[in-house]
């Protein structure tokens, strides 16, 4: 089944201990991408990748790295969350030549 | 720059009655529109979008969306509720390829039997 999946799915952390959360998709896309969404917000560009190797910062990059070493993989690190991270994230996926997004399911993390 | 324009956060309606989601973008160049619903604790669903084919877009559940230029616009719109519409709507904006898709805030459908 062509899908993105993220892990974890909910996560409850402290300030300043790092964590990761995991993408992947199985559709051989070349981009990648992560949002946040919070309420009245919609959802915001934090990082995308066009391919392996190729990064950038989105609309909302600061406190978030990224890297992109295998094109199914997209991983998002928070190096030191702060509360101000809490909120819901997804990874998307779509390849070169189309307009679409493919999203996954969504990472709750709760900064305390 | 793009941006979308989703007018009302919360939209409720009775069951069977009309749905209508208002979305208003702006764009420097020809724009593609994207639907998405989000069930709660789910992720985002495409409803259906518009890239440059027919104007009137057709998409799941019944569900339907007007590009009009001259408005700007790409409302969304249901002719009758159902119950398993409840959840949140995204439009959504983009202008590439392979590109960012910029959403607007989002409105959450009630629907009340």
């Known amino acids: 089944e062509a899908q993105v999946t993220q892990n974890p799915r909910y996560l409850i952390t402290v300030t300043g201990k790092k964590l990761t959360v995991t993408c992947s998709q199985n559709m051989n896309h070349e981009y990648m991408s992560w949002y946040r969404q919070d309420p009245g917000l919609g959802l915001r560009q934090i990082y995308y990748?066009?391919?392996?190797?190729?990064?950038d910062k989105g609309d909302v990059p600061e406190g978030y790295k990224v890297s992109r070493k295998e094109k199914r993989n997209f991983p998002l690190i928070l190096e030191s969350p702060s509360p101000n991270q809490t909120s819901l994230y997804f990874c998307?996926?779509?390849?070169?030549?189309?307009?679409?997004?493919?999203f996954g399911p969504g990472t709750r993390l709760t900064v305390t | 720059a793009q941006s979308v324009t989703q007018l009302g956060s919360h939209v409720s309606v009775s069951e069977g009655a009309l749905v209508l989601l208002r979305c208003n973008y702006s764009s420097s160049v020809p724009p593609y529109l994207f639907w998405y619903v989000q069930y709660p604790n789910q992720g985002l669903q495409l409803l259906l979008k518009y890239t440059s084919a027919a104007t009137l877009v057709k998409g799941i559940n019944g569900f339907e969306a007007e590009f009009k230029k001259s408005e700007t616009s790409f409302h969304l719109t249901k002719p009758s509720a159902h119950m398993s519409d409840a959840a949140e709507y995204f439009c959504a904006v983009s202008t590439n390829q392979g590109g960012k898709l910029i959403f607007g805030q989002g409105t959450e459908l009630s629907v009340k039997p």
């Open positions: 990748s066009m391919n392996v190797e190729v990064t």
């Open positions: 998307a996926s779509s390849p070169l030549e189309d307009y679409e997004q493919y």
